[in-house]
């Protein structure tokens, strides 16, 4: 089955710094690659997504990166903010497996 | 339009005690798939539910069970808790099958003692 690995797990930045994470994937079916942002006591909610037909997807100040070849996708924060403070989970999907495996999660602290 | 909602948000049962959760998807959502969170192993694929049939399993033990109604609404059930299965259970939906945009509901917080 799908096996993501996330890294890093806990990820300090100063405000205004630009914080990466990062996952790979192991199934090359895999088409689907959500990002959720988790603050404490709070449910995930999906910040943003891409698809394997997209290298790159912007939304304001988060990106996501794609590269199928290596099987690896990245979340890029800029310009970040204390309340960009919260745990991430990347996650895949795809093939004839739709369910979602998510990676362990990054512990992003923004200090003001 | 109203979010996932989960009932109860909390309990609390000791071992070898059965519970059922519930989770009523985002109305005009027809897949529901459940989760387990806990510190150590992160977010648990359990099983998704289309149309009121599992579509999906994920590798945890027949304690493990859930059924979905034909208004989409589904509960899952363990049966004989044991202590490993203190943990956050979230429940998403989707609005169908092969779609993979999932949004959570509150989760519920299960403590077995």
């Known amino acids: 089955g799908e096996n993501v690995e996330q890294h890093p797990s806990t990820l300090s930045v100063q405000e205004g710094d630009s914080a990466v994470i990062k996952c790979t994937y192991s199934d090359s079916a895999s088409n689907y690659f959500p990002w959720y942002k988790q603050e404490l006591g709070k449910r995930p909610q999906l910040i943003i997504d891409i698809r394997s037909n997209v290298g790159e997807k912007k939304d304001q100040r988060i990106a996501v990166t794609l590269n199928k070849t290596a099987k690896h996708f990245s979340l890029h924060i800029t310009e970040t903010q204390p309340e960009d403070s919260a745990v991430y989970f990347c996650a895949a999907s795809g093939g004839s497996n739709y369910k979602l495996t998510f990676g362990k999660g990054t512990l992003l602290t923004v200090n003001p | 339009k109203a979010g996932v909602t989960q009932t109860p948000r909390y309990l609390i049962k000791t071992r070898g005690q059965q519970v059922t959760l519930s989770c009523s998807p985002i109305?005009?959502?027809?897949?529901v798939s459940w989760y387990q969170q806990t510190p150590g192993q992160g977010l648990q694929f359990l099983f998704e539910y289309f149309s009121e049939t599992q579509r999906n399993k994920g590798n945890f033990p027949g304690r493990f069970s859930g059924r979905q109604f034909s208004n989409s609404r589904s509960e899952m059930n363990v049966s004989t808790l044991e202590l490993g299965d203190s943990a956050l259970y979230l429940c998403?939906?989707?609005w169908g099958w092969g779609v993979n945009e999932q949004f959570f509901g509150p989760g519920t917080r299960l403590t077995v003692l």
């Open positions: 109305s005009g959502h027809r897949s």
């Open positions: 998403a939906s989707s």
